[in-house]
């Protein structure tokens, strides 16, 4: 069986000439617009034509992880008649390992979740496939985000849509060292919490794109800020590893991770806006996730 997955959007040449030039914030980007991208994102009575991004969470029994997986790689077509971004498990950090970690993307927000998952309900291949693979699971979230719209403000950031439109190319099963990076924040709570965190982050990111030593396959996914469920809750989604081009070959994710960071570290503006950042949160975690051979983002 043939599955599909989109291809790093960036080239080599691409990704490098856009770190040689600086991005700075458009001036028209004023805190009244970054205030408004937080009261979408944290108000349940946000329109329901708006996109949405949900991420679904899945405890996996240890001893009935690997059955798990067998199923859900074999039944993958059918999940992808949702409109999947991502799908993987923990190797490390915040979230608990044998967790199904998966992220859709709405454009027709919770109406258009509520009617795709209710035609797939229906189908008598899902509910073999939900029979199958009940008694591995342990306990099920399920989180409503919105993409922040400071994705728009850089080219380097294509947001999840592009992953789930993208999902054309055969699977590469070479191409498996890419890993996930989750960066959650759960902020003060506070109406005003999210467009600071919104408006320091967008300051900072330009430093952090830019930094002499970023490894070429380090990509900034998206940002999402949550709207139902915990509150105040906003994840950076990073990739790192894999293949980068035809002829490039295939970068190890963790060493990509690493070299990226300490990159980073070098960046001052970032720094600077970490700092402040940081007395605007309660906890922070990072979660590093190996991507199913399916997952459209890998």
């Not at 291809?7 to 990704?15: D, V």
């Not at 728009?152 to 992953?163: A, I, P, T």
Request: glycine share 6%.
């Amino acid at each position: 069986m043939s599955i599909a997955r989109a291809t790093n959007p960036l080239s080599r040449r691409s990704w490098n000439s856009r770190r040689a030039l600086r991005r700075a914030l458009p001036s028209a980007r004023s805190m009244e617009a970054f205030s408004a991208d937080a009261a979408a994102s944290s108000s349940p009575s946000s329109s329901s034509s708006s996109p949405i991004v949900e991420l679904r969470q899945y405890r996996l029994h240890p001893s009935q992880a690997s059955l798990y997986a067998r199923h859900t790689v074999r039944s993958a077509p059918l999940r992808k008649e949702l409109p999947l971004a991502f799908f993987g498990v923990p190797e490390t950090g915040g979230t608990p390992l044998n967790t199904a970690v998966h992220l859709y993307h709405y454009p027709g927000g919770h109406v258009e979740r509520s009617e795709r998952r209710a035609a797939l309900a229906k189908k008598d291949e899902w509910k073999e496939y939900l029979g199958e693979v009940k008694a591995c699971m342990m306990q099920q979230s399920s989180g409503i985000f919105v993409e922040a719209g400071l994705i728009n403000d850089f080219d380097e950031v294509v947001g999840l849509k592009y992953w789930v439109d993208n999902d054309t190319v055969a699977v590469d099963k070479s191409d498996n060292k890419g890993i996930v990076e989750l960066r959650k924040y759960q902020l003060k709570l506070g109406y005003d919490t999210v467009p600071k965190f919104l408006k320091l982050y967008s300051d900072a990111l330009p430093s952090k794109l830019n930094a002499t030593g970023t490894h070429a396959t380090t990509q900034l996914v998206t940002i999402l800020v949550s709207d139902v469920g915990s509150l105040n809750v906003v994840y950076e989604v990073w990739k790192h590893g894999g293949r980068l081009g035809a002829e490039e070959g295939v970068h190890c994710g963790m060493r990509a991770m690493e070299q990226s960071r300490q990159a980073s570290r070098g960046a001052r503006e970032w720094r600077r806006g970490i700092a402040q950042i940081a007395e605007l949160a309660v906890t922070f975690d990072t979660t590093i996730l190996k991507p199913l051979e399916f997952s459209p983002l890998r």
